[in-house]
């Protein structure tokens, strides 16, 4: 059974940073596309960033330069830094593993920036 178990979301102000982790069970970590979504109120699911088993990294343009997607495959475990946090920034994030068109999600987490 997979498990993909996001963390690290919470409450911050606007500049402040946050580590957001996704932690997977039950699949092969390391052959697996890995990918942070976010969808705020009222909006559609957007990519946030996506990272390759060869460790390359695609971002959306409103997170380039502030964000960073890593993977740690002994721990499979994948993980958002976000820095310089906005308050578009606030939503809920959900982390995506993917291999030849399965694809498995998270519950998610939420992030709020807010003063």
């Known amino acids: 059974q997979v498990q993909l178990v996001e963390s690290g979301g919470g409450l911050v102000q606007p500049g402040e940073s946050l580590r957001l982790s996704c932690a997977a069970s039950g699949i092969i970590f390391s052959i697996y596309v890995m990918a942070w979504y976010r969808q705020a109120p009222g909006k559609q699911r957007e990519l946030v960033a996506r990272?390759?088993?060869?460790?390359?990294?695609v971002y959306a343009d409103s997170v380039k330069g502030r964000f960073t997607i890593s993977r740690d495959n002994a721990k499979n475990t994948v993980y958002l830094q976000m820095n310089s946090l906005k308050s578009e920034d606030t939503a809920a994030y959900y982390c995506?593993?993917?291999?030849?068109?399965?694809?498995?999600w998270g519950q998610g987490t939420q992030v709020t920036v807010s003063s």
């Open positions: 995506q593993a993917s291999f030849r068109g399965d694809d498995y």
């Open positions: 990272i390759y088993k060869d460790g390359s990294t």
